[in-house]
């Protein structure tokens, strides 16, 4: 009798120490932790769902950095959370104002980061060179994120020490900074890398932290770096988007050369979706008046495409049908840089560093003098200059042109989810003007307008 | 009596049969312990411990089947009035044997503490299963099934094509193949992490003699069509129409413009099309037939015997497009191989085919919801301008809703589902007082569902075209357990029965879904006829995943009796499963309990009118493990950008996830009278469920917002009284009446973590003091009559304007003057007070009628169904209540205004919820029993009537909507007529 029982032990007991697997059984459909990344292939994949997760994004950056401005409104139908966001309310049970799917994209950077060198030991294709890339790519997606972070919550937890945001900046240059060589890709023709952290979009972050910080010195050579001539890889205004083509720029990142620096990518193909064009339908709507007070009527390429009465159109239908390409039905990519984008920029530094007249050039017809192919933004959509007859006075330069830029990215970058963090950097540089609050007022004239900025609950 | 067979257990053993006036006498010596069994066929036998005999008086007690009097345990058969815990057992009475259309609905009255409910009246759909209190929050509430001693998966809680509709995971068993059922209410930690549930144990025939016995059973039944709910005529859905398209914005003119027929202006070319009063609830609501064959042989010889059965069931339902086809086999078979060696074999095959329908919530395609909410203006066919109707089904209608009639015969929704159980059983007779055995069970379970959706008819569908999907679930597992009993008679006095054993089962279940969109036309309803690289497929989705788990189980448990007045069972098992972090692998689940029977006691025994009285109690803990197979480790999944695989860190682990443990205490008292007449078996319990899983917020930088943790206690604790009794017990006319009455109260009592839950239409939270899983709302108290009143109150809804005459009046819990979610509270719980059933049978010579009732008392339902006809929020067409409507200034109703777009006062409120209470007249049978001939040993015929009375205030189509308590429109449980019949050779 004892020994049937001690031969169950010993049988039980055998079982469960001879094969650990029964208790950690392999699994096809997930990788378990410790069983990842041990070749080259794992470490592009894992690249790739950093972007995956980055789809996430495109929701609350542009309902925060549009709805909460002055040029997007909410509709009757639209969900309380929605309205609380146009209306600056801030609860923290409102979905669309969670720091998760930040953190969760910036979790995956940390993750690869982490255990890409242990690749080099298990692939010896995994080259040095190809580790410093990837290092270099994941490196821009997590700190363009963490700056995300920073600049919609005031604050950011970076490799778990909690930066405010006046300190955010400073720290993300530091971390990047040193990858700005390392990419591999230098051509613009290189297939489909704008849907992924490039050196563009390095140069184009560098620039905005600096730009944050004041240095607009820096921050102007960054942006230089962009649209600089570089063989044929520089981002230029370019006739591809003329006038009636303008609209292409919202519609197919992979064929968007020149134009596009980085852009998260859908596919509704792959049943990924952002709720844009959802919103856009149901939900959001332009500020009655302001935008209509915005254009002016020459502007009919860029009009037709942003809005129609209080409709949204950049992310709907209305463009996506004109394309015939059903990938993109309800998939409109999250364009983060792009070269108008990036040339605006460009003109604020020149503008503060008292290249004034420079500074306009980029926004009126292009620098004819210097890269033929940049049309500049107005020109590009077959505008004249900004500044009309208004003859500029030197002494106040700075100040009248940095109003014409503002609006000018209004117009340009509607609903791009630039707005907010626009009218807020506008705003510090001439507090006299009570730039925020007056666009605020214009939506809604009883807005109380915060002192902080940034989504703080 | 005469001839009775007397057994003497002593020092020796011996015995013998009563004398003519019933009287057996032997000599024993003097002051030793005996024990007595008397036997004697039609009567139930007894054995009786006797200290000092001297004279000793039996009554026999006839056996007429309508008690339990063995039943299965873990540990083998054991005589109901020898058990210490809290389990019940089935009598086959013809109700139930014979009215139930399933296995669930043969065990629904049997046992209290057992609530079983139809989720609608979809044949071949799951029933929900309770066995006493709510005892999780995300996990499983199944009981643990448990089929000829193989512990079962349930492998089909997953779900299928259409959301919410799960296959029965009792599909391989047909009650005509059941010899025996034991519902395990305590004591069920042998079964450690799969016991908290409680567990039904499942014995199938077996061939007890040699003889060959065939049986066929048929029936052919006829199911009604429920009775439709009252809805808007065409005239009064036209102004209703009028008045929500002016609450839309839009001016007559407007109206006009946008719909021309609205003016029935008989020059208009559609006035015709959309100008009609379709009944389109009795367009859709149709009467069904059913049908049943069964056929068992049973046979073999002294060496090897086998019983075999073999069925097919059809069965319609109240829509036309839902029905229900199984076949299924056994074969059971018991071989004697060597003196010591026994095998026994059990397999089955099931192949059910069901064709089922969306419930309410898919507003495009639900048969039900469509006939209810489609404007009565519009018709199935399309007419002309002329007025000819055509053989054409309509598109969707102007109004954007989808053509019921359309769905029913273009679209569809099957799942095909095949199961093999297979267990083999090795039992070694190593001497008369150990035994080991070794049996080995797989279980394979594939389901397969097809949906098609058309084009035509079918409005606002996802990607608004054909579409073709497939579901595929498929599971496999394998059971092995290993056993060494030990019976030990240590003298008249002391027996001890002990086993001890382990299991090991290994189980991976893989599912895949595939959806295609833009087919070309109807004829292409496959995916497998064309490829998205050589047809016009605009969209392809291909996803799936993959779930592999492994347990083993050390178990040993000990049952003592002394002189058959005591009893002590002791039982624990160690439990070890993949699903757990290797630091929190293994659990220990541990039970006692033990019983007195005063009956055994000298003063006693010889009780003429007292035939038991027995009193049990006993402490238990058991586990749930179903927390997720990967659900406490950190994994990768895969995903696509742009085409490409990607991998994503998916889940973030929590090593220090394990079982929910519950435990129990159970008292019982079983008495016995009057020969056996009246039989009254009583038990209380108090449970404690603690280490429940629930999500839990995560810090945000953690990235994933939930994770699971241990964080919630939930108390149940409940009364069960069963009583049977036999009125009237003569050969020629039997009366037996019998009930069973269930009441619980479960509260939570502790949640960290996320304790409320978005569900369709509503919320159901998990509040401290609360009933687990209770409805979760605005309180509503009726209806402003004037808008003054309105103002007056300064309350402000959820959008920020002020409430006005018409207004639905929501309770400010807070008194800050805005209506938004921190008013919500309790508002009402699916969980009955009580509930349980009566049942009685009459037989008189070949005659016999039966009856079951059942009852359910104080559970709330949210009606679902009457949010969306009630709502007043769209262009859907509404019920008649809406007529009561608040329209004027002063007008005292309890029905608000009608608001385009309005989600204020239809949102989730006490307006929703009703008193789920009924009485159900479950069945009525009638049977005649005859003989042939030689070669028909004997026959029935019978008449049997499901559900044909339910009284109840509920206002929706049926109040039997399944324990969740809500009400989405799932096709109401069938009513109808059974005639059939049984012959035996």
């Known amino acids: ?457 | 009596m005469q001839g009775v067979s007397v057994s003497v257990q002593s020092s020796n053993n011996f015995g013998g049969v009563t004398n003519e006036i019933g009287l057996y006498s032997f000599a024993s010596e003097e002051g030793q312990p005996l024990e007595l069994t008397v036997a004697y066929p039609g009567y139930e036998s007894q054995v009786r411990f006797v200290d000092n005999l001297q004279k000793v008086t039996f009554r026999l007690v006839r056996d007429d089947g309508s008690s339990v009097n063995y039943l299965d345990m873990p540990s083998g058969k054991v005589a109901a009035n020898e058990l210490t815990t809290s389990a019940g057992g089935t009598v086959y009475t013809q109700a139930q044997m014979i009215g139930a259309r399933s296995f669930e609905d043969f065990l629904r009255s049997a046992v209290p503490g057992l609530n079983i409910q139809s989720n609608g009246g979809m044949p071949g759909e799951s029933a929900s299963m309770m066995i006493r209190g709510s005892r999780s929050i995300s996990s499983s509430t199944y009981p643990l099934l448990v089929i000829n001693g193989v512990m079962i998966e349930n492998s089909s809680d997953d779900g299928s094509n259409i959301s919410d509709y799960f296959d029965t995971a009792l599909r391989s068993v047909d009650v005509k193949d059941v010899e025996s059922v034991t519902v395990l209410k305590s004591g069920a930690s042998i079964y450690g992490s799969k016991g908290s549930n409680g567990a039904i144990i499942i014995t199938t025939h077996r061939a007890d003699q040699s003889e060959t016995t065939v049986q066929v059973t048929s029936d052919f039944g006829v199911n009604l069509a429920s009775e439709a709910m009252s809805m808007l005529s065409a005239d009064q859905n036209k102004t209703y129409l009028y008045e929500m398209m002016a609450s839309a914005g839009m001016s007559v003119n407007d109206i006009l413009t946008a719909y021309p027929w609205m003016s029935s202006d008989p020059s208009y070319a559609y006035t015709d099309r959309y100008n009609n009063n379709t009944l389109w609830q009795d367009e859709s609501l149709t009467n069904s037939f059913s049908q049943k064959y069964h056929l068992m042989v049973k046979g073999g010889d002294a060496a090897a015997k086998y019983v075999f059965a073999l069925g097919y069931t059809k069965q319609g339902a109240t829509v036309e497009s839902a029905d229900y086809n199984k076949y299924h086999a056994r074969l059971s078979a018991d071989i004697k191989i060597t003196r010591v060696l026994d095998l026994q074999f059990d397999t089955s095959y099931s192949v059910a085919t069901s064709n089922i329908v969306d419930d309410m919530r898919s507003t495009s395609t639900s048969v039900l919801g469509t006939s209810l909410l489609k404007s009565p203006l519009f018709y199935p066919n399309v007419i002309d301008a002329d007025g000819d109707i055509y053989p054409t089904y309509d598109d969707i209608d102007p109004l954007g809703a989808a053509n019921p009639i359309a769905l029913i015969n273009d679209m569809d929704n099957t799942l095909t589902s095949n199961d093999f159980y297979g267990s083999a059983k090795a039992i070694l007779n190593i001497s008369d007082e150990v035994k080991a055995s070794h049996t080995i069970g797989v279980n394979f379970y594939k389901m397969r569902g097809t949906t098609y959706v058309p084009y035509y008819g079918v409005g606002g569908y996802d990607e608004g075209d054909r579409l073709s999907s497939r579901y595929i679930n498929e599971y496999l597992g394998v059971y092995n357990d290993t056993r060494v009993t030990w019976t030990k008679a240590i003298d008249v006095a002391h027996r001890l029965n002990a086993y001890a054993g382990f299991r090991v089962s290994t189980n991976s279940k893989q599912q895949d879904n595939m959806e295609d969109y833009g087919l070309s036309n109807d004829e292409f309803k496959s995916s497998s006829t064309s490829t998205a690289a050589t047809s016009n497929i605009r969209k392809k989705f291909i996803n799936g995943s993959n779930n592999i788990w492994n347990w083993m189980t050390g178990y040993a448990q000990a049952n003592y009796s002394w002189k058959r007045l005591l009893y002590a069972d002791l039982s624990i098992a160690a439990d070890a499963s993949s699903k757990f972090s290797a630091s929190n692998r293994v659990q220990y689940f541990p039970a006692a309990s033990g019983a007195i029977r005063f009956t055994s006691l000298p003063s006693l025994q010889n009780s003429t009118w007292l035939n038991e009285l027995k009193l049990r109690g006993g402490w238990d803990m058991t586990g749930n493990d179903d927390i997720g197979c990967y659900t406490a480790r950190s994994y990768y999944s895969t995903t696509t950008y742009r085409g490409y695989s990607g991998i994503v860190s998916s889940n973030i682990g929590n090593d220090d996830l394990k079982n929910e443990v519950t435990s129990q205490f159970n008292i019982g008292v079983d008495f016995e009278a009057f020969d056996r007449r009246l039989r009254i078996s009583l038990d209380a319990y108090a449970a404690e469920t603690t280490d429940i899983l629930v999500e839990s917020l995560q810090d945000q930088t953690v990235g994933n917002q939930f994770s699971y943790i241990n964080g919630a206690t939930i108390q149940d604790k409940g009364i069960e009284l069963s009583i049977a009794g036999t009125v009237i017990r003569k050969n020629d006319f039997k009366w037996n009446i019998g009930g069973n009455f269930t009441m619980l109260n479960s509260v939570v009592k502790e949640v960290n973590g996320i304790d409320s839950y978005t569900i369709d239409g509503g919320y159901v939270a998990y509040i401290e003091g609360e009933a687990p899983g209770a409805f979760y709302g605005y309180q509503a108290n009726g209806v402003y009559a004037t808008t003054a009143e309105a103002q007056a109150t300064q309350i402000v809804d959820a959008d920020g304007n002020y409430m006005q005459g018409g207004d639905m009046i929501y309770t400010d819990v807070n008194s800050d003057n805005y209506i938004d979610e921190s008013d919500m509270m309790v508002i009402g719980s699916a969980l009955p007070d009580f509930y349980g059933s009566f049942n009685t049978e009459f037989t008189y010579k070949k005659f016999s009628l039966s009856a079951t009732i059942d009852y359910s008392y104080g559970n709330e339902i949210f009606n679902y169904v009457r949010m969306q006809t009630e709502s007043m929020n769209s262009f859907d067409n509404q019920s008649t209540a809406v007529l009561n409507r608040w329209t004027t200034e002063g007008q005292v109703t309890d029905m608000p205004r009608a608001v385009y777009g309005d989600h204020i006062n239809s949102a989730f409120s006490s307006r929703w919820i009703e008193d789920g209470s009924y009485v159900r007249v479950r069945n009525i049978t009638l049977a005649y029993d005859f003989n042939l001939s030689k070669f028909i040993k004997q026959g029935q015929v019978y008449l049997s009537a499901d559900n044909l009375f339910t009284f109840t205030k509920y206002l929706g189509y049926d109040p039997e909507v399944g324990l969740s308590g809500v009400d989405y429109g799932a096709i109401p449980v069938t009513k109808g007529v059974v005639l059939g019949l049984k012959l035996d050779f």
């Open chain 1, 1 to 457: 009798m004892k020994r049937i029982f001690k031969y169950i032990v010993i049988a039980a007991f055998a079982t469960s120490w001879s094969c650990s697997d029964f208790f950690e059984p392999d699994n096809s459909s997930v990788i378990f932790e410790g069983d990842e990344n041990s070749l080259t292939t794992d470490v592009v994949a894992s690249l790739l769902g950093i972007y995956s997760s980055m789809q996430d994004l495109a929701d609350p950056i542009i309902l925060l950095g549009e709805l909460r401005a002055d040029m997007m409104d909410v509709t009757a139908d639209a969900p309380q959370e929605l309205k609380d966001i146009s209306n600056l309310v801030y609860r923290s049970s409102n979905e669309y104002l969670s720091q998760n799917p930040f953190y969760e994209v910036v979790n995956n950077c940390d993750d690869i980061l982490d255990k890409m060198i242990d690749v080099m030991d298990s692939d010896p294709t995994f080259t040095e060179t190809l580790y410093l890339n990837y290092q270099a790519e994941a490196t821009c997606a997590k700190c363009w994120t963490l700056w995300q972070i920073a600049q919609l919550f005031g604050q950011v937890e970076i490799d778990g020490q909690v930066y405010t945001l006046a300190d955010t900046a400073t720290k993300l240059i530091e971390i990047l900074e040193s990858h700005r060589n390392n990419f591999m890709i230098n051509s613009l023709s290189a297939d489909w890398f704008r849907s992924r952290c490039n050196k563009w979009s390095t140069y184009a972050l560098l620039g905005e932290l600096k730009l944050a910080n004041e240095d607009f010195m820096g921050a102007a050579l960054e942006f230089k770096s962009v649209i600089d001539i570089d063989g044929d890889n520089y981002h230029k205004l370019s006739s591809t988007y003329e006038t009636s083509s303008w609209y292409k720029i919202f519609l197919d990142v992979s064929t968007a050369q020149y134009e596009v620096l980085f852009a998260v990518d859908y596919n509704a193909s792959y049943k990924q979706y952002n709720s844009l064009q959802d919103f856009a339908e149901y939900y959001v709507q332009c500020t009655d008046g302001v935008v209509a007070e915005m254009y002016e009527d020459a502007d009919t390429y860029r009009t037709e495409v942003t809005f129609s009465d209080s409709k949204i159109l950049k992310y709907s239908t209305a463009i996506t049908q004109a394309s015939s390409l059903t990938q993109y039905e309800g998939a409109t990519p999250l364009l983060v840089y792009r070269a108008a984008d990036i040339h605006l920029l460009y003109a604020e530094c020149l503008n503060h560093l008292g290249l004034y007249e420079d500074a306009l050039m980029y926004v009126n017809s292009g620098d004819v003098m210097n890269y033929t192919a940049t049309l500049g933004v107005r020109g590009r959509v077959g505008l004249g200059n900004i500044e009309g007859d208004t003859v500029i006075d030197p002494d106040d330069a700075m100040k009248v042109v940095d109003m014409m830029i503002l609006a000018e990215r209004g117009r340009e970058l509607a609903f791009e989810g630039k707005r907010w963090a626009d009218l807020v950097r506008f705003d510090k540089y001439y507090p006299e003007e009570n730039i925020l609050e007056n666009a605020l007022r214009s939506k809604n004239e009883s807005i109380v307008v915060p002192t902080e900025t940034y989504v703080n609950f």
